[in-house]
């Protein structure tokens, strides 16, 4: 299925479905963000926020509202993804699609987060992650991106997060160095 804007903007408010390999993840569907999600998507995030190299600062309602009315406005070459198990929201991916800063070329896709519940187990958070990532792919390809990148900036469990991403079928192209002042 089609998760371009132009096709959100087709389907109206109807709640897009995007498709998964059924055999892989039986009581897995993968959709759109919308505003029902708000409070199980919260909980992941403050979960997710728990585990980053960020911790130690306060978490913010505010900001993560304002996130929210962003990926809900789903402005021109912006996705709010959700997985839910069970009928539930397990994890969340929401993600920006521009061209690079020096050329005119094919778009490309950042992905600014991607959060699964930490309470599932551990096979079950990683069905959701690639999930997750195979559907910022089917948008990116809707929009036909050149790349998507998919910014790792947690500073947890880095190997674990590098085994995932590579049974994505990403490639390590660099990294994040936190400099603190």
Same mark, same amino acid.
């Given at each position: 299925m089609d998760i371009s804007q132009e096709s959100r903007s087709?389907?109206?408010?109807?709640? *897009?479905?995007?498709?998964v390999d059924r055999k892989s993840f039986s009581g897995l569907r993968v959709r759109l963000f919308d505003?029902? &999600?708000?409070?199980?998507?919260? &909980? @992941?995030? @403050?979960?997710? =926020?728990? %585990?980053?190299?960020?911790?130690?600062?306060?978490?913010?309602?505010?900001?993560?509202? !304002? =996130?929210?009315?962003t990926i809900l406005s789903r402005p021109p070459r912006m996705v709010g993804i959700v997985a839910e198990w069970?009928?539930? #929201?397990?994890?969340?991916?929401w993600a920006t699609a521009d061209s690079y800063?020096?050329?005119?070329? #094919?778009?490309?896709?950042? $992905?600014?987060? @991607? *959060?699964?519940?930490? %309470?599932?187990?551990? %096979?079950?958070?990683? !069905? @959701?992650?690639l999930a997750l990532v195979a559907? $910022?792919?089917?948008? +990116?390809?809707?929009?036909?991106?050149? =790349?998507?990148f998919i910014h790792v900036t947690t500073g947890s469990n880095i190997k674990a997060t590098d085994r995932l991403m590579k049974a994505a079928g990403g490639r390590f192209?660099?990294? +994040?160095? $936190?400099?603190?002042v």
């Open positions: 087709a389907m109206g408010s109807a709640r *897009a479905e995007i498709e505003e029902g &999600d708000i409070p199980a998507v919260r &909980d @992941i995030m @403050i979960q997710h =926020h728990a %585990t980053t190299v960020f911790r130690n600062q306060a978490f913010s309602d505010w900001k993560l509202k !304002k =996130h929210f009315q069970g009928g539930t #929201p397990s994890g969340v991916a800063m020096l050329s005119d070329g #094919p778009l490309f896709a950042n $992905v600014q987060v @991607i *959060a699964v519940d930490l %309470t599932l187990g551990p %096979t079950r958070r990683a !069905k @959701i992650f559907a $910022v792919r089917q948008w +990116a390809v809707s929009l036909n991106a050149s =790349h998507s192209v660099g990294g +994040a160095y $936190v400099v603190q």
